[in-house]
C-alpha cells in the first residue's frame, strides 16, 4: 500500500476518472469536476493507508467537497463585487 508509487499511479489512472464522475453527477461543472478529482487524489495519496474501499472513500470524500464548492459558489455570489474581487 503506502509507498508502493507504480501501484498508486495505475490506481489514479482509475479512480481520477472515477472521482471526476462522481463529481459531475452530483452537479459540478466539468472544470470543478478535474479539480475535485486532482484534490480527492492528492488525498488519497497522503490517507492510503487509512482507507478500507477506495470506491466508497472515493464516493464519500468527493460529493462532500462538491457540496463544500458548491456552499463556497453560493457564497461567492452574495458578495458584493469588490469583496467578491478579493478572495
Not at 466539468?30 to 479539480?35: E, N, T, V
Not at 492528492?42 to 472513500?57: M, Q, T
Amino acid at each position: 500500500r503506502s509507498g508502493d508509487v507504480e501501484s498508486f499511479d495505475e490506481l489514479y489512472n482509475i479512480a481520477s476518472r472515477k472521482a471526476t464522475s462522481i463529481a459531475m453527477k452530483r452537479g459540478a461543472t466539468q472544470d470543478q469536476a478535474l479539480d475535485i478529482a486532482q484534490e480527492a487524489m492528492l488525498r488519497l495519496y497522503r490517507d492510503i493507508d487509512k482507507v478500507d474501499s477506495v470506491s466508497s472513500w472515493l464516493n464519500v470524500v468527493v460529493t462532500h467537497m462538491v457540496i463544500d464548492a458548491s456552499r463556497k459558489m453560493s457564497n461567492m455570489q452574495q458578495l458584493p463585487l469588490s469583496c467578491a474581487m478579493l478572495d
